[in-house]
C-alpha cells in the first residue's frame, strides 16, 4: 500500500467543528486515519455538503426521494472502492456490503464476477461499475449492457446507479490526486515521484 502525505495544510482534531472531530475519531478508530478529514477541516462546509447530499440525500435516501434499492448501491459502491483500490473506503464499504447481505465469497470475486457468484441484475450493476471506473476510459453505457440493466432496473434507477459510480469514482481520484487517503496496491493512480 502507498501512503503519501497530502501537501494542504491539516487541522489538528481539537481545532475542528465538533462534527468533523467526531468523524476524525470514527474514521481514525475504523482504518487508523484521517487525513481526508484533517484537510478538510479548513472548509468544514465543503465536508459536510459531500456527507449530507451525496451520503445522507442519495446514497442513504434520507429525503425519501430516490429510487433505487440499498443493496443495489451497496453493491455499485463495493465494485468501484475495490476496482479503485481505496484502503479507506474499503475498510468501511466491506463490512457495510456484509451487512446488506453479500457473502464473503461474494466480496472476494467482486472484481471477476461470476453467474455463479451474483444474479444477471447484479452482474449488469457490476458491469456499469466497470464501465465507470476510473481505469476505463473508454466506458459506455452499450446497448447490451442498457438491455441486461432495463430487465431489472428502470431509467431512473439505473440514472441513479450512474450518478452513484459516477460521484464515488470522481470523489476516490480526488482523494488520490491530493494523497488524502492509502492508495491499496490495485490503485491506478500512482503516487507522484518527488520533482
Known amino acids: 500500500m502507498q501512503r503519501p502525505a497530502s501537501p494542504l495544510p491539516h487541522m489538528a482534531p481539537a481545532d475542528m467543528p465538533e462534527d468533523l472531530r467526531k468523524l476524525h475519531a470514527a474514521s481514525t478508530e475504523v482504518v487508523g486515519e484521517a487525513e481526508r ?3 478538510f477541516a479548513a472548509h468544514p462546509d465543503l465536508y459536510r455538503w459531500y456527507q449530507q447530499n451525496f451520503y445522507r440525500t442519495l446514497f ?3 429525503d425519501g426521494t430516490m429510487v433505487l434499492d440499498m ?3 451497496e453493491l455499485i459502491r463495493l465494485k468501484m472502492s475495490l476496482s479503485h483500490g481505496c484502503f479507506v473506503c474499503n475498510s468501511f464499504n466491506v463490512p457495510s456490503a456484509r451487512a446488506a447481505g453479500f457473502t464473503q465469497a461474494q466480496i472476494d470475486s467482486i472484481l471477476d464476477p461470476t453467474p455463479e457468484e451474483f444474479s444477471p441484475a447484479e452482474l449488469a450493476v457490476l458491469e456499469l461499475g466497470d464501465q465507470i471506473s476510473m481505469q ?7 446497448p447490451d449492457l442498457h438491455e441486461r440493466l432495463a430487465r431489472h432496473f428502470t431509467a431512473a434507477e439505473i440514472l ?3 450518478v452513484i459510480a459516477a ?3 470522481g470523489w476516490t481520484k480526488l482523494m488520490f490526486t491530493f494523497d488524502l487517503v492509502t492508495r491499496e496496491d490495485n490503485c ?6 518527488p520533482r
Open 37 to 39: 478529514i484533517e484537510v
Open 60 to 62: 442513504e435516501n434520507g
Open 71 to 73: 443493496r443495489s448501491k
Open 136 to 142: 476505463n476510459l473508454d466506458g459506455a453505457l452499450t
Open 160 to 162: 441513479e446507479l450512474g
Open 167 to 169: 460521484m464515488l469514482t
Open 188 to 193: 491506478p493512480v500512482r503516487v507522484a515521484a
